[in-house]
């Protein structure tokens, strides 16, 4: 098909495409190129829960790696697909090179809206892992102990989150956009802890005109309500 037909094929790469292991697979056997990101951008670990010691696929929330991933992107276009085309989408790369800077610019200054010991980041899973490092919070918890979507919490889980919130004095958690209320009755109906639960665009963006229309207005959302959940009132 049209993946073993093409001249590069871009991945994220760190395990996060796991159901397309065997298509990525087969392609590298036709002679194509896979370039999987995530390995050229000083990827971190996930340093807590079911995946620590694993590679962290979700470079993404830092936009100083992002900014890494076009270079390498633009370079492997370049090497692949040939000069002709690493010429003509050279203004686009030099413009979208900006963007991302004066978006890691802008998150830095809402970062710093937030006092440094109010920084303490509860997510739905660890995926803020690289926007924590980049950016100066400390992840407290995660409910979802894995790096996945795809588990359960368990009682045992909700309440060691509920001990750690509680003893940080963390007034919101985080969730994806696909499931934040299903998180905040969970944890108020199991573990009797009242606290808010805003969403995130952690995984999927919203159409066009949305709020997460595309990456750089998903970031600067996501950082503006990470802002308003996290400064005290």
């Known amino acids: 098909g049209a993946m073993e037909d093409a001249d590069l094929i871009i991945g994220n790469g760190l395990g996060l495409e796991e159901g397309l292991s065997a298509n990525l ?62 010429e003509a989408i050279e203004p686009s790369v030099t413009s979208y090179r900006g963007q991302l800077d004066d978006l890691d ?58 001990r750690t919130v509680e003893d940080a004095g963390v007034p919101t958690i985080f969730a994806d956009s696909s499931q934040p209320q299903k998180l905040a009755e969970a944890l108020s109906d199991e573990v009797d802890l009242d606290v808010e639960v805003t969403a995130l665009f952690s995984e999927s963006l919203t159409e066009a005109d949305g709020e997460a229309g595309t990456y750089i207005d998903m970031q600067r959302t996501n950082a503006q309500a990470i802002a308003d959940g996290l400064v005290p009132r």
């Not at 971190?44 to 790696?65: I, K, M, Q, V």
């Open 25 to 86: 697979d087969n392609a590298r056997s036709e002679g194509v190129r896979v370039l999987e990101v995530g390995e050229h951008i000083d990827p971190l670990e996930y340093t807590s829960g079911g995946s620590a010691g694993t590679p962290d696929p979700h470079f993404w929330t830092d936009p100083a790696r992002m900014v890494a991933a076009v270079d390498v992107i633009t370079s492997a276009l370049g090497e692949e697909v040939g000069d002709d085309l690493a």
């Open 105 to 162: 610019a802008e998150i830095e200054e809402i970062a710093e809206s937030i006092p440094a010991e109010n920084r303490k980041l509860v997510t739905n899973h660890h995926v803020f892992g690289y926007f924590a490092k980049r950016f100066d919070f400390e992840v407290i918890g995660a409910v979802l102990p894995s790096g996945t979507t795809l588990a359960s919490p368990s009682a045992a889980d909700l309440e060691e989150l509920a």
